[in-house]
C-alpha cells in the first residue's frame, strides 16, 4: 500500500526546485520551511490513510451512470467531503475567496500525494482548481463573488469544456453555439465529450466552464468565448435555484481511472427549463476564449504532469515492496537459506533503479515548473518575464516527460510483479491503465513536444532556454568539482547529456529560421524526451549535491547518468538527421 | 479491423528467414513457394473473417468460472470447432499422428494470424502445439498412439503444468508430487497456478502435463518429473473413461486475455474418483522432466516472440487505419480543405511508422528463428548442429525483444488514436492489456536476457555467435554496395549497431570468463535490446535487398536505422560499464 514519501517530496521542493531559496529571500509572505513541512506531513497522512485504501476498490466499483446522474464508487462522497473540509481545495487559491494563497509547488507537492493515493480521485481537485484560476483572471468581480467561494473551498466542484467529437487536438474546430438571451446571460447548446467530473453526487452543485462560439464568431481557435454554465444556477443569496438545460448522457467505459466519470454533457436540449438552452454566462472577452481557457490550461499541464509522478511513484513503491518479499532463485552472491529475495538480483535492481530515478527526475521536472510559476507572481519586471518565460518552457517537458516516464514505470512495475502482476487483484496493472491517459488528455504528448519546439524554444530569441542550459551547466560544474567518489562518471556523462541538448536545440533553431517546419516537428517528440533525460538527470545531481554525504542520493544520480542518460546521444541524432527518412517512409502510411 | 497481411507475412518467411533457400534446396519435401502462399491465404482469410470479429466481444464477456467448469465466450465453442476442421492444428506436427509435418516456421507464420485475430484464441493453439511436441520427443510409443492422433486433429487440447504459487521463474521449487500407484501409474497431488486453458469448454477431454516430484527425489530441478494427467481418463479403445481427480478451482481476473482462462488447477483433492490422487502416466524418465518441458517450452517461447508481433501488427493497422480516417489541424504543407488527416502530421508519422518497423523486426527475428528450428531438423550433423544453435541463440531475441515491442507498439497506438484510444469500445487499449502477459510468461523477458548472456552467447566458445554477426554484417556489406539512395545512411547506421553489438557481446565474455556473473547479469537485459535493435535493423535491410525497386521496404529500413537504431550506444555502454552503479545504488534498494 502506497505510503506518502513525504521527506522525498519535501526534499524536491525546498532544495531542487528552488522554493527554499525563495523562502529565505522572503518571497512566499509568512510561509516558514517548518510550516511547508507541516503541510506536507498533514497531506501525506490523508493521502496514505484515506485515500489509498479506496484505489483498487474505486476501480473495481467505478463511477456508474443512469438516467443522467452519475453515483460514485462507496465512499467516495465521504472521502471528497473529509479532503474538502481539511481546506486542501484551497491551498493555493486566493485568500479573498477563501484560499490559503500558498505557492502553487506546494499544491502540486501535494497533488502528487493525492494522485499517488487514487488518480481517479485526485482528478477532481485538478479540475476545480484549473476553473478557479481562470475565474480568478478573467470572470466579473460579480462572478468571483457568486462562485469563488464555494469553489475554493471545494463545496462546488469544476470542470472544463473542450473536447467535441470533431475537435480534440484542433480545439478551432468545436461546434457548440452561444446565443445572446438579450439580458446579459447566453443560452449554450451543443455536445461535450470527455468531460472529466462532468457528473457526480459529491457535492450540490458543479461549475462548468464551456468553449462556444457567439453568432457570426470568426472560424477556428479566434472565435471561441467562454462561458460558466452551473448545473444548477445560483440565487443571489447563493441557494440553488433551478436545474439548468445540461445534463449528462453517459460516461466512458475506459482502460482506467474508473472512478472518475468521464462524460458526454449535453447543453441545451431541453431537457431541464421552460425552454432549450443551458444558462450561461460569458468569463473574459467574447472570442477570446480560448486565451482564457490557457490560464487553466497550462497549469492543468502541469498538474497531469503531476500525475505522471504521482502514479510513478505508488507503482515504485510497490514494486519495491513486493521485490523484498517475493523470494524465487538465487541471486549472485546470495549466501542465505534458499531463495534470495527477488530485489538481489541485478535485473530487478535495474527495473527498480529505473522506477525511482525516473519518478525522482519527473518530480523535480514538475516542481522546478511549479517554482517559476510562484517565482514569476513573486517578481516583478524582468524578472517575472523570465520567471514567466522559464514556466512555460517547462510546462510541455512537464507534462509530456513525466506522464510518458508514468506509462513507463507503471508497466516495469508490472514486469517486476511477473506472473502477478497480470492479476487485477495484485493492483499493479491499474497503475498502468490509470496512468495511460496522463499521456493524452491536456494536449497529447506529441502536442506537448510541438509547443516546446515551436513556441517555447523561441522565447526571448533562445535566450530563454540558453539561460536553463546554462543553469544546468552550472549544477555539472559543481558536481565535477565535488569530487565525491560516489558520483562515479555522472559529471561527465551528463555533460554529455547535456551537450546533446545544446545541440538539438540549436538544430532544431536552424529549422525553423528556414522555414522548415516539417523537419523540426519530426524531430519534437525525440526532442522533448531529450530534454526531460538531460534536465532530469542534472535535477537528481542537484538533490544530491544538495544533500551530501546521502549515499543514496548520489548513487541514484550516478546509475541514471551511467544506465539512462546515454540516450540523448541518439535522441539528439533523430533530431538533427531524422526527419528525411521520416518524411521518405512516410508517403506510404497515407492510404 | 485486422486484416491478416498475407503478402508481407510470405515476404519475411520465404525471403528474409531464410525458407525459399531451404525449398529450393529441397529440403522440405513436396512444400513449394506455391504452396505455401496457398497456406498463408487460407490462414489469413480465417483470421481475418474468424477470429478477429470474436477479439472485442471475447474479451468484453471473457471466460467464466463455476463449479469446476469454464464456459468460454459466446462463438468460440464454434470458431474452435472450425479451425480445428480446416486442419490448422496439426501443421507442423508429424504424419504418423495426422499432422501436416511442414516447417515450424510456416506454423509460426500462421500462428502470428491467429494471435492478431485474437490472442486470447490463439494461445489455445500454442498450447496444445506444446503439449503434442514434448509428447513426440519423450512418450512411449503406447501413450503417443493413445493421446496424439486426436491432440493432433485439435479434438483434445493440451496444457503446461509448472507453475506453483512458490515457484514461478523457479521452477525448481515446484512441490506438487507424484506417487507410484504400482501399476506403472502414478497419483498427482498438488495446486499449479496461471495453467491456459487448464478448463473449457470447446474440447471433450484436456491433456494435462505437469511437472511433479517423486518420492525421495533430489531437491530443486533435478528432482522434477513430467506426467500426462488427462482429464478424463481414456479407454484402451479411445473412448472417455471416468472423470480424474484434477479441476479447476478458479479463473484469474486478468489485465488482459480474458478469453482465455487462466486456471487454478487442483490435483488429488478427492473431488473426482473413488480415493485422492489424479491418475498420471510418466513422459520420459523420472527426474528429467524439466528437460522434457524444456522441449516444449522453447517452441513456446518462440510462438509467445510471435505472439508479441502479432498484436503489433494488428495495433498497427489500427492506429494506420484511424490516422488516414481521423482529421484534425492542418499538416506542413497541406493545401486540402479543412483539416488534414493526421496521417500527414509529422509527429503521427513517427508513432506510425516506429510501429511498422519495429513489428517488421520482430517478426523476422521470430521467422528466422523458426527457420533455424527448421535447418536444424532437415540437416544433419555440424550443419544440424549449426543451425540448432543458431535457433537457440536466437530463441530469448525473439521471445523478449518481440514481446517487449508488442507491448511499445500497442501503447504507442493507443496514443495515435488520442482520448478515444482510451476508451474500451476503441479496442486499440485491448491490444495494450494483451500484449502485456507476453512479456511474463513461458519465462519473463528478464529470465529471457539471463538466457542469451549466460548459456547462449558462450555457445560453441562462443563461435555461434559470432558466425551470426558475420552474417549480420555480410548483410550490410551487401546493402552498402547496392548504392540505392533510398537507403539513405542506413548502411552506416547499421554497421555502428552491429559493431555495437559485437563490443557489447566481448565485453560480457571477458566479464563471464573473470568469473564477475553479477557483473555480467546487470546488463543482461539491455544486451538483449541492444541484440534485437542491431538483428532487427539488418533484416529490415535483408527484407528490401530482397525486393529490389520496392521503395517501402527501403525506406522502411533506413526510417529505422536512422531513427530507432541509434539507441544501440547507449545500450553498449550502459552494458560495458553499468554495473558498477547498479550494484552500488541498489544496495538501498534492499528492505
Redesign the interface.
Do not use: C, W
Given at each position: 500500500m502506497y505510503r506518502a514519501p513525504v521527506s522525498e517530496i519535501a526534499h524536491a521542493l525546498k532544495s531542487v526546485a528552488g522554493l527554499k531559496e525563495g523562502l529565505d529571500k522572503g518571497l512566499f509572505g509568512d510561509l516558514s520551511e517548518d510550516l511547508v513541512d507541516a503541510i506536507l506531513e498533514e497531506a501525506g497522512r490523508f493521502a496514505t490513510d484515506r485515500i489509498a485504501p479506496l484505489h483498487v476498490p474505486g476501480d473495481r466499483q467505478g463511477a456508474r451512470h443512469a438516467d443522467g446522474a452519475v453515483t460514485m464508487p462507496d465512499g467516495y462522497a465521504d472521502l471528497y467531503r473529509d479532503w474538502a473540509a481539511g481546506g486542501w481545495n484551497g491551498l493555493a487559491a486566493d485568500p479573498e475567496f477563501g484560499g490559503q494563497g500558498l505557492p502553487i509547488s506546494l499544491a502540486m507537492a501535494v497533488a502528487e500525494m493525492w494522485n499517488s493515493g487514487s488518480m481517479g480521485f485526485g482528478l477532481v481537485a485538478t479540475l476545480t482548481a484549473g476553473a478557479v484560476e481562470a475565474l480568478e483572471a478573467h470572470a466579473s468581480d460579480e462572478m468571483k463573488a457568486k462562485y469563488l467561494p464555494k469553489m475554493v473551498s471545494g463545496e462546488w466542484t469544476g470542470t472544463m469544456n473542450l473536447?467535441e467529437p470533431?475537435a480534440?487536438?484542433?480545439v478551432g474546430?468545436l461546434k457548440a453555439r452561444a446565443e445572446p438571451a438579450g439580458d446579459g446571460t447566453y443560452r449554450i447548446f451543443g455536445q461535450k465529450?470527455?468531460i472529466t467530473y462532468g457528473e457526480h453526487d459529491m457535492t450540490d452543485n458543479i461549475v462548468h466552464l464551456v468553449l462556444a462560439r457567439l453568432p457570426g464568431a470568426p472560424a477556428g481557435t479566434k472565435g471561441i468565448s467562454l462561458f460558466l454554465v452551473p448545473k444548477f444556477l445560483v440565487n443571489d443569496d447563493g441557494s440553488l435555484g433551478p436545474r439548468n438545460d445540461v445534463h449528462c448522457h453517459s460516461i466512458?467505459?475506459?482502460?482506467?481511472i474508473h472512478a472518475s466519470p468521464t462524460c458526454t454533457m449535453i447543453y441545451g436540449d431541453g431537457k431541464f427549463g421552460d425552454e432549450p438552452g443551458a444558462v450561461g454566462w460569458l468569463v473574459g472577452e467574447e472570442n477570446r476564449g480560448l486565451a482564457c481557457m490557457f490560464t487553466m490550461m497550462n497549469n492543468a499541464r502541469l498538474a497531469v504532469g503531476i500525475e505522471g509522478v504521482a502514479v510513478a511513484e505508488a507503482a515504485s513503491q510497490k514494486a519495491?515492496?513486493y521485490?523484498?518479499e517475493r523470494?524465487?532463485?538465487r541471486a549472485?552472491?546470495w549466501t542465505g537459506e534458499g531463495?534470495s529475495?527477488i530485489?538481489?538480483?541485478?535485473?530487478?535492481?535495474?527495473?527498480?533503479?529505473t522506477m525511482t530515478s525516473l519518478t525522482r527526475a519527473a518530480r523535480a521536472i514538475c516542481l522546478a515548473c511549479a517554482h517559476a510559476i510562484d517565482m514569476s507572481r513573486a517578481t516583478q519586471g524582468d524578472e517575472a518575464r523570465f520567471w514567466h518565460e522559464r514556466a512555460s518552457l517547462l510546462t510541455p517537458v512537464a507534462k509530456a516527460f513525466s506522464t510518458d516516464i508514468g506509462?513507463q514505470v507503471a508497466?516495469i512495475g508490472?514486469?517486476v510483479h511477473?506472473?502477478m502482476?497480470?492479476?487485477?487483484?495484485t493492483g499493479a496493472?491499474l497503475y498502468?491503465?490509470d496512468a495511460?491517459?496522463a499521456?493524452?488528455?491536456e494536449g497529447?504528448?506529441?502536442i506537448q513536444?510541438?509547443d516546446l519546439v515551436t513556441r517555447k524554444l523561441p522565447q526571448s530569441d533562445g535566450a530563454c532556454v540558453s539561460a536553463y542550459f546554462d543553469e544546468l551547466d552550472g549544477v555539472i560544474g559543481a558536481l565535477s568539482a565535488s569530487n565525491e567518489p560516489?558520483f562515479?562518471?555522472s559529471a561527465g556523462r551528463l555533460k554529455e547529456a547535456v551537450a546533446d541538448l545544446r545541440a538539438a536545440t540549436d538544430a532544431l533553431g536552424a529549422m525553423m529560421k528556414a522555414g522548415d517546419?516539417?523537419r523540426a516537428?519530426?524531430g519534437?517528440?525525440?526532442y522533448l524526451r531529450l530534454f526531460g533525460l538531460a534536465a532530469g538527470g542534472v535535477y537528481l545531481a542537484r538533490a544530491a549535491l544538495a544533500d551530501a554525504g546521502n549515499?543514496?542520493r548520489a548513487?541514484?544520480c550516478?546509475?541514471f547518468?551511467?544506465?539512462l542518460a546515454?540516450?540523448?546521444?541518439?535522441?539528439r541524432?533523430?533530431v538533427e538527421?531524422?526527419?528525411?527518412?521520416?518524411?521518405?517512409?512516410?508517403?506510404?502510411?497515407?492510404?
Open positions: 473536447t470533431q480534440g487536438s484542433d474546430a465529450i470527455f466512458e467505459h475506459k482502460l482506467g519495491l515492496a521485490a523484498n523470494r524465487q532463485g549472485p552472491g531463495m529475495p530485489v538481489l538480483h541485478p535485473d530487478v535492481r535495474r527495473d527498480l533503479l506509462s508497466s508490472v514486469q511477473g506472473g502482476g497480470f492479476i487485477e487483484e496493472a498502468m491503465r495511460r491517459i499521456q493524452i488528455y497529447t504528448n506529441g513536444a510541438i560516489a562515479g562518471q517546419m516539417a516537428l519530426s519534437a517528440t525525440p549515499g543514496e548513487s541514484l550516478r546509475f547518468a551511467e544506465n546515454g540516450e540523448t546521444a541518439a535522441l541524432r533523430t538527421a531524422g526527419a528525411e527518412s521520416l518524411a521518405a517512409a512516410g508517403e506510404f502510411l497515407v492510404a
